[in-house]
């Protein structure tokens, strides 16, 4: 059975810097694509980041270049979200998902998305 659960969110001023885990489980992800959301409340979904379990190219929403780093660890089934120079705006529940290769493209890499964990809030306030 394919799962994804999210761990390591907190609480954080502004300014600082958090890592997010993403263990997951029942599957190779040399043939997924692996990919961080987050929604803050009121607002929609967005993809923040992605990783290619193929080759392990990156995506990243503008929003968060610069700021933010998706790796892999494949020897402990994890995919990390280092979170930095981090804002209030960033405050969010933070969900990592799963595309499978067939259903997933570089181009459109926040779409595809089949299993999803459920989330670990970020809260960036003074």
């Known amino acids: 059975q394919l799962q994804l659960v999210e761990s390591w969110g907190g609480s954080v001023q502004p300014g600082g810097s958090l890592r997010l885990s993403c263990a997951y489980s029942?599957?190779?992800?040399?043939?997924?694509?692996i990919a961080w959301f987050r929604q803050a409340p009121g607002k929609e979904r967005e993809g923040v980041s992605c990783i290619s379990g193929s080759d392990g190219s990156t995506y990243y929403a503008d929003s968060v270049k610069g700021r933010f780093t998706i790796s892999r660890d494949n020897a402990k089934n994890t995919v990390y979200l280092q979170m930095n120079s981090l804002k209030p705006e960033d405050t969010a529940v933070y969900y990592c998902a799963a595309a499978h290769q067939d259903n997933w493209s570089r181009y459109f890499w926040t779409y595809g998305m089949d299993y999803w964990g459920k989330g670990t809030l970020v809260t960036v306030s003074s």
């Open positions: 029942g599957f190779t992800l040399d043939f997924f694509a």
